[in-house]
């Protein structure tokens, strides 16, 4: 996936805030999320309506809100990631309840987004993290391929699942990780991507071409989602 982290803060002395941080983070990986999409389009699995971009970029979303609450897990304490968690939903719902009404037209796409989120919440605490790495195990990558097949239409779903979990996730999440680091929320132990450019997102790069495209479970609180939408 040919997008690049070009990274560095516009002030580096002055206090970021964690809404900030959080409104970086999600315009982040809502452009990943569009790559990702683009990727499976340009694989020509079956997609026939904009409702299912909107939906498979649900699952994308989903799978990486999930995974920045795993691997802030042993750093920050659980009120306090719970905040954390709560907003990046928050300003991810933003993002599909504007796409999604573009779409669609007037309507509340939130609150089955929040549903949405909440459903895979519970699934993915069922599967494997790899904590040392930062990667999604085998079982969570196999539910995160299952959650997009359904999505599709019936022709491609038994070829799209060992592409979107062999080939398309670990492209798309070894970004994210970049994207975490540069926001601070994790460790950078590299050295690389700790910064943010001036415009605080990810540069696509358009110069080269696109190549084809045991913890607790965690859940979403609709009532606390939905105080400030």
């Known amino acids: 996936m040919r997008i690049r982290i070009k990274t560095k803060w516009s ?11 959080v409104s970086v983070l999600a315009f982040n990986c809502w452009k990943i999320g569009m790559q990702t999409l683009l990727e499976i389009e340009n694989e020509n699995f079956q997609i026939d309506t904009q409702q299912q971009r909107i939906a498979i970029m649900e699952e994308v979303v989903a799978l990486l809100i999930h995974a920045l609450d795993r691997m802030v897990h042993e750093t920050i304490e659980d009120e306090d990631r719970a905040t954390l968690i709560q907003l990046y939903a928050q300003k991810m719902a933003d993002h599909v309840q504007d796409n999604a009404r573009d779409f669609s037209g007037n309507g509340d796409y939130r609150t089955p987004f929040y549903e949405k989120l909440n459903q895979r919440f519970v699934g993915y605490a069922e599967t494997k993290w790899n904590a040392e790495r930062n990667q999604a195990g085998f079982s969570m ?3 995160f391929a299952n959650n997009v097949i359904n999505t599709l239409g019936t022709r491609d779903k038994k070829w799209a699942l060992d592409y979107l979990q062999q080939v398309l996730l670990p492209d798309f999440f070894s970004l994210y ?3 975490v680091k540069s926001v601070g929320l994790i460790e950078d132990s590299t050295g690389e991507g700790n910064q943010l450019d001036s415009q605080h997102h990810l540069i ?10 045991e913890r607790s479970k965690y859940e979403v609180a609709d009532s606390d989602l939905t105080k400030s939408s």
């Open 141 to 143: 990558g196999r539910e």
């Open 177 to 179: 990780i970049k994207t």
């Open 204 to 213: 696509t790069d358009k110069e080269e071409k696109l190549k084809k495209i």
């Open 11 to 21: 002030n580096k002395v002055r206090e970021v805030s964690v809404e900030e941080t």
